[in-house]
């Protein structure tokens, strides 16, 4: 059996195990979905930052993009012998000049001295359509070509190209001219970056128009990091905080000093996926708890079943011992009855008990199990009528007094005075009350007492029977009224019992409508209470209201 009851536990240990198990993988698979689906999303938007900065490296060389189709020897011949640019080259610059991202446009030959503060640099006018000699040229523009200048000066032997565009930052825009036929430096071009027209009315625009905060989630911010300085942010209600930033774009080749710096919420597709994802954990955890509780269920139901049945069994070994005894006793007694050899009075007398006695033990017996069947059938018919619970308590004693103070108690019976009447079935609360007693009479090893007392509250009446014998353990209180428990001690084990007795009470309390409650300390004694609706009626019922009142009522 002990081998039996170990397989059981290692099988459900193993079925919990592999709940776990599989709902782990779940759990996981899930969350990895979930993962995936946000990565993907945040990932998308990376690349729409990346084809914004495309965009914005276009969009600067859009208008000079047919620079490098002209001739440089033609150019260059022009340059060092003083002559005038030649018109292919003013009529491209003449287009770029037409671009307003471009404030102006200015021309420097190779050597540039303006560059060193000590000369002086063609500035494109418009109207003219040529380049016209300035003196004090901008700082910004000296600082463009010279650092267009710096850097072809230290690439020009492997460059192979006829243009090279270089951004100082976000302020100019230089193109260097390259004769590549001997690797020469015609010229550089440069223009002069109109910052107001490039953050209000391009980059601004296309950051709002591109990551619309209501639509895709995400929050971009123009950011001069050099400075610190926010240019443009696609939405103001957040400030710029670094801690915020989750994803940082750089412009290719231009605009150094600039980047486009987001901060990711959850979009439309991170948010369903994040509801999808809780929904599924929710779902799958509400599954596993009700399996592993449908596991838990059934090998607690089936430990009961096998408890019960070792109860049932022990039961019926003991109820065929007890059969046996007072059989035994009545047929010996029988036996020398009809054989005639008791002839004395007294002895006939004592016989006439014995049998008188076992034979009443024995109807108790079946009686008890009859109820406990017609119980379990829903075949215990009761017949409820208005009683005074006094007087059914007082029927009682008279049958049952001398007995129990024979038995050695002190029995203290408390009548309510008003006499308050129940509507009940009297035969079911005379069992009650004997099974009660009888329950204190075997159990009460030390101080024999046995106190009975009727009280009543505006609707109930109360029925407590009270002893000071072993009592109940608090761990076996909840259980004292299943069918076949019995507390597990040194002294119960040596009283002949068979769990049936409480186990009726309660069925009987219940069917005449009342509660049952216990308060019990171990080793000092109990009181069960009894609390039966009370019958009102205005006077004390006659006979005649006693047989209209009965009435019949069966547990279904």
Not at 26 to 46: A, D, F, G, P, R
């Amino acid at each position: 059996m002990h081998q039996y009851l170990t397989y059981r536990w290692f099988l459900l240990g193993l079925g919990i195990l592999a709940i776990v198990g599989l709902t782990g993988m779940n759990v996981y698979s899930l969350y990895s979905l979930h993962v995936s689906t946000v990565s993907n999303s945040i990932e998308h938007q990376k690349s729409q930052l990346a084809e914004v900065s495309d965009q914005v490296r276009t969009r600067f060389r859009t208008p000079v993009q047919d620079i490098y189709k002209l001739n440089m020897d033609q150019i260059q011949y022009a340059v060092e012998n003083s002559f005038a640019l030649p018109d292919a080259f003013l009529e491209m610059v003449s287009i770029a000049s037409l671009d307003p991202i471009f404030s102006d446009i200015y021309y420097s030959d190779a050597d540039c001295k303006a560059c060193e503060g000590k000369g002086q640099l063609q500035k494109y006018n418009s109207l003219s359509n040529q380049f016209e000699w300035v003196d004090n040229p901008p700082g910004i523009v000296r600082d463009g070509i010279g650092i267009a200048r710096t850097r072809m000066l230290a690439m020009i032997n492997d460059y192979r190209w006829k243009t090279r565009v270089i951004f100082d930052t976000h302020r100019s825009m230089t193109i260097a001219l390259i004769n590549p036929r001997d690797q020469s430096i015609v010229g550089y071009l440069n223009f002069v970056i109109n910052k107001n027209f490039l953050v209000n009315q391009y980059l601004g625009p296309l950051l709002a128009q591109s990551f619309s905060h209501n639509n895709n989630g995400i929050i971009v911010w123009l950011h001069d990091w050099t400075q610190n300085d926010v240019l443009f942010a696609t939405n103001t209600e957040q400030e710029y905080e670094w801690g915020d930033v989750d994803i940082i774009q750089q412009f290719p080749d231009l605009l150094h000093d600039w980047n486009l710096k987001a901060t990711v919420n959850y979009n439309p597709v991170m948010a369903a996926s994040r509801t999808s994802f809780y929904r599924n954990i929710s779902v799958l955890a509400a599954t596993v708890l009700f399996l592993m509780g449908a596991m838990v269920f059934m090998f607690i139901t089936a430990q009961r079943e096998r408890h019960l049945a070792v109860q049932q069994a022990g039961f019926l070994a003991n109820v065929t011992h007890e059969l046996k005894t007072p059989l035994a006793v009545m047929q010996a007694a029988g036996e020398n009855l009809a054989d005639g050899r008791v002839k004395d009075n007294d002895r006939l007398t004592s016989y006439g008990q014995h049998i008188h006695n076992e034979a009443i033990r024995l109807r108790q017996m079946i009686d008890k199990m009859l109820d406990v069947a017609k119980a379990d059938a829903g075949k215990l018919v009761l017949k409820a009528t208005p009683a005074s619970l006094n007087k059914i308590v007082q029927d009682h004693l008279k049958l049952h007094a001398a007995y129990i103070e024979n038995k050695g108690f002190t029995l203290l019976f408390q009548p309510d005075e008003d006499d308050p009447y129940i509507y009940v079935d009297v035969e079911s609360v005379k069992t009650i009350i004997t099974n009660l007693v009888e329950n204190a009479v075997k159990y009460s090893f030390m101080e024999k007492y046995i106190g009975i007392k009727i009280s009543h509250s505006q609707e109930k009446v109360h029925l407590d029977i009270e002893d000071r014998g072993l009592g109940i353990p608090r761990k076996d209180q909840k259980r004292i009224f299943d069918k076949f428990f019995r507390v597990e001690d040194a002294l119960t084990a040596k009283t002949k019992g068979h769990g049936l007795g409480l186990s009726i009470v309660r069925t009987l309390t219940h069917l005449n409508g009342a509660q049952i409650t216990i308060k019990s300390t171990y080793r000092k004694g109990s009181v069960f209470s009894i609390h039966f609706p009370q019958y009102i009626h205005h006077a004390k019922p006659t006979n005649n209201d006693k047989s209209r009142a009965t009435t019949e009522y069966i547990n279904t």
